[in-house]
């Protein structure tokens, strides 16, 4: 499992809240009408960053356990 944050430092940056509030906007346009390359690399990083956070979050059960920021195959 690679641990290392690949977000750029903007992504860090956001409050969780806003992450969130991004992500989810943009799984609900990728659901229907789909992404553009840009997009889905921002989609990526958002994800990376929801899942970095996640592992990084002490004690372990204050990390966010939505369908973004956990992977269940995982």
Request: one cysteine or more; hydrophobic letters at 30%; aromatic letters at 10%.
């Amino acid at each position: 499992m690679d641990t290392r944050r690949r977000s750029p430092g903007y992504v860090r940056q956001w409050p969780d809240k806003g992450l969130h509030a991004v992500t989810f906007r943009m799984q609900r346009q990728r659901a229907t009408v789909g992404l553009t390359a840009k997009q889905e690399w921002l989609w990526d990083a958002c994800i990376s960053e929801l899942e970095y956070r996640r592992r990084q979050a002490r004690p372990m059960w204050r990390g966010c356990h939505c369908e973004l920021c956990f992977d269940p195959e995982r």
